[in-house]
T-cell receptor
Framework: GQQVMQIPQYQHVQEGEDFTTYCNSS?????IQWYKQRPGGHPVFLIQ???SGEVKKQKRLTFQFGEAKKNSSLHITATQTTDVGTYFC???????????WGLGTSLAVNP | KAGVTQTPRYLIKTRGQQVTLSCSPI?????VSWYQQTPGQGLQFLFE???????NKGNFPGRFSGRQFSNSRSEMNVSTLELGDSALYLC?????????????FGPGTRLTVL
């Protein structure tokens, strides 16, 4: 079945270091959405990418959608303790109306 | 505008019992999706309702069911609870239920089955 793999599963960084999580789909995606879930919280929408090769930035966060629309990445520059949480990617594939979710990358930031 | 609300926030049940969880979407949102979240398993899609109709369903047994009312509020029912049903149940509302609308999540209901 359709899957979205997300790596790494966990990442520990020192505050100020960069962080990247990758999302890889077995099929071409119509779009990719990124969500952040703080510990004890619920997922909160960050951004959506739709176009092949699209790059979007939100302050220290950079999101990319691959040319083949099968992979995506989220890069955080100079992490802060407020970046702690689990980052999920999710996408729609073709006519499948189900949003396919990655398992998430949990980020821990040491101050 | 009020966010997505879920009740109850916490629930403790025993095996074999049944449970009903409630979700009130953001005003104007017609699509409600339900997810089960367990450590290491991410978000598992249960089902989606749009205008009172189940539009999509995940790979869960028939013990998991849901419905949506005319005011878009949704309920999820789990019958004959098993220990493995212990999880955070999240609902998410979506304005039109299209692929390109963001999901707005509620705080979740933490279900513990003893």
């Amino acid at each position: 079945g359709q899957q979205v793999m997300q790596i790494p599963q966990y990442q520990h960084v020192q505050e100020g270091e960069d962080f990247t999580t990758y999302c890889n789909s077995s099929t071409t995606l119509s779009n990719i959405q990124w969500y952040k879930q703080r510990p004890g919280g619920h997922p909160v929408f960050l951004i959506q990418l739709v176009k092949s090769g699209e790059v979007k930035k939100q302050k220290r966060l950079t999101f990319q959608f691959g040319e083949a629309k099968k992979n995506s990445s989220l890069h955080i520059t100079a992490t802060q303790t407020t970046d702690v949480g689990t980052y999920f990617c999710a996408g729609y594939a073709g006519n499948n109306r189900k949003l396919i979710w990655g398992l998430g990358t949990s980020l821990a930031v040491n101050p | 505008k009020a966010g997505v609300t879920q009740t109850p926030r916490y629930l403790i049940k025993t095996r074999g019992q049944q449970v009903t969880l409630s979700c009130s979407p953001i005003s104007g949102h017609r699509s409600v999706s339900w997810y089960q979240q367990t450590p290491g398993q991410g978000l598992q899609f249960l089902f989606e309702y749009f205008s009172e109709t189940q539009r999509n369903k995940g790979n869960f047994p028939g013990r998991f069911s849901g419905r949506q009312f005319s005011n878009s509020r949704s309920e999820m029912n789990v019958s004959t609870l098993e220990l493995g049903d212990s999880a955070l149940y999240l609902c998410a509302s979506n304005f039109l239920g299209t692929a390109y609308n963001e999901q707005f999540f509620g705080p979740g209901t933490r279900l513990t089955v003893l």
